[in-house]
C-alpha cells in the first residue's frame, strides 16, 4: 500500500515528461487522425504502475496480466511470498467520476481478485475526464472502500486511487463559464 500511494502522490503532481514515454499519459493525448480528442489506453497506467512497483519491490515478485485469477486477469499482481498475493487492478474512466460511480464500476471486480488471498486489495482509475478547470485534491480521491461479495462473506478492503490522466497543462485551464 505504501508503494501505491507514493505512486498516487508522485504522478499526482509530476509533468507528463518526468519520465519522458512511460509517463507521457499524465498530459494531453495526440488527437485521433480525425482531428476528434484522444484516450490514453488504460495499457499506459498498468505499465506505468508496473515499472514503479517493480522497481522498489523484491524483484520477481511484481507480475502483469496473470490469467486465472478469480476467473480473470489481473492487471497487476504483488506475490510477496507463496499465498500471499495482493490484485491492482486498472481502469480507465473518460466520463465524469464520482466515488458512487467508480465503486458502482469497479469495486466488484477489484474484490473479486481477492477470493482467494488476503482481504485487501488496489483499485486504481485513470481519470481521463475533461480538466479544463483544473480537478481536485489528491485527498479527494483516494479512500479505502469495504466491499463483500456476499452476506456471508468477510468484507475487502479496496484502497481506490482516482489519478487525473490527460491533464491540460496549467497554462490551458480555464475557469468554468457562470
Known amino acids: 500500500m505504501e508503494q501505491f500511494l507514493r505512486f498516487l502522490y508522485e504522478r499526482f503532481d509530476a509533468q507528463a515528461d518526468l519520465y519522458g514515454e ?14 476528434r480528442p484522444g484516450y490514453w ?10 515499472q514503479h512497483l517493480a522497481g522498489t519491490l523484491t524483484p520477481g515478485t511484481v507480475q502483469r496480466e496473470i490469467i486465472d485469477v478469480a476467473s ?14 495482493f490484485v491492482a ?3 480507465r474512466r473518460e466520463t465524469r467520476w464520482s466515488r458512487q ?4 464500476d469497479y469495486l466488484a471486480q477489484a474484490t473479486n481478485y481477492t477470493a482467494t488471498g488476503p482481504p485487501f486489495g488496489l483499485l486504481l482509475v485513470g481519470d481521463h475526464s475533461n480538466h479544463a478547470a483544473g480537478y481536485s485534491s489528491i485527498d479527494d480521491r483516494v479512500w479505502i472502500a469495504r466491499h463483500a461479495r456476499s452476506a456471508t462473506e468477510v468484507a ?13 497543462t496549467p497554462s490551458d485551464l480555464r475557469m468554468p463559464r457562470t
Not at 512511460?22 to 482531428?35: F, I, W
Not at 460511480?101 to 458502482?104: C, G, I, Q, T
Open 22 to 35: 512511460r509517463t507521457a499519459y499524465l498530459g494531453p493525448a495526440k488527437p485521433k487522425n480525425d482531428g
Open 41 to 50: 489506453p488504460e495499457k499506459a497506467i498498468q505499465d506505468d504502475l508496473h
Open 72 to 85: 480473470g486477469r489481473t492487471d497487476v499482481t504483488y506475490t510477496p511470498q507463496s499465498g500471499s498475493r
Open 89 to 91: 487492478e486498472v481502469k
Open 101 to 104: 460511480a467508480v465503486e458502482r
Open 156 to 168: 475487502r478492503l479496496i484502497v481506490v486511487g482516482v489519478l487525473p490522466i490527460g491533464r491540460p
